[in-house]
């Protein structure tokens, strides 16, 4: 059974375009989390959510947008994609807020704008 | 400022030597401390942490890693690589950002292990 689990893998568009991106845990976690990877393989925490309340909201352009319809999922919703919304996207949970919580990883979601 | 240093961009091991994969960290309060692996076209892996007690912690696949107060330094160390081993390796640190405690990430360390 995988942890933590994204859709799509892969996805490609073009410029102007809408986009979602799905995460389910099946861990029974508390907290979840976006992250993007840029090309150089620096992380970048987006948002995260405990027991679906936003608790951190990083400065990202307002076109992305999470939503947690229940603790066991957040998805990502991205308007109006640009070029440099290219990157690989991680989902993650964690048990809880606790600082010694690792986090979990989803295996990610290549995101290609062209 | 609370921030995670990786120094080191590439490490480059031959297998069966010890490795070393440094971190250090600036942070307020007690540190909690973490090290993940990322496989090539991966999620990251936990592969260890600190919280408290002692200095050396043992996590998965061999690795360990040594927690120095003094000089803020939690390095990641196994006494015999393998080739499967190469990867890329973040270090984390657990800190106040923006009035949320989140993780600090380093900006990765990517080990090659040669045969």
């Known amino acids: 059974d995988t942890a933590v689990s994204q859709t799509p893998k892969y996805l490609v568009t073009q410029m102007g375009n809408d986009k979602s991106i799905k995460c389910e845990q099946n861990?029974?976690?508390?907290?979840m989390y976006w992250y993007k990877q840029d090309s150089k393989k620096f992380l970048k925490i987006m948002f995260s959510?405990?027991?679906?309340?936003?608790?951190i909201n990083e400065t990202v352009p307002n076109r992305f947008s999470p939503k947690s319809p229940d603790k066991a999922h957040l998805n990502l919703h991205i308007n109006s994609l640009e070029l440099g919304d290219s990157a690989v996207y991680f989902c993650?949970?964690?048990?809880?807020?606790?600082?010694?919580?690792?986090?979990?990883f989803g295996p990610g979601t290549r995101l290609t704008v062209t | 400022a609370q921030s995670v240093a990786q120094p080191e961009d590439q490490v480059n091991v031959a297998e069966g030597n010890p490795l070393t994969v440094k971190c250090t960290y600036s942070?307020?309060?007690?540190?909690?401390l973490f090290w993940y692996v990322q496989y090539p076209n991966r999620g990251l892996q936990f592969l260890l942490k600190?919280?408290?007690?002692d200095n050396l912690v043992k996590g998965s696949y061999g690795f360990e890693a040594e927690f120095n107060k003094s000089q803020t330094s939690f390095h990641l160390k196994k006494p015999s690589a393998l080739v499967s081993d190469s990867a890329l390796y973040f270090c984390?640190?657990?800190?106040?950002?923006?009035?949320?405690?989140?993780?600090?990430w380093g900006a990765g360390t990517k080990l090659i292990i040669k045969p």
């Open positions: 993650a949970s964690s048990p809880g807020l606790f600082e010694g919580d690792e986090q979990y």
């Open positions: 984390a640190v657990r800190g106040l950002m923006d009035s949320n405690y989140q993780l600090i």
């Open positions: 959510y405990n027991n679906k309340e936003l608790i």
């Open positions: 600190y919280i408290t007690g």
């Open positions: 942070v307020s309060g007690n540190p909690y």
């Open positions: 861990l029974g976690h508390d907290t």
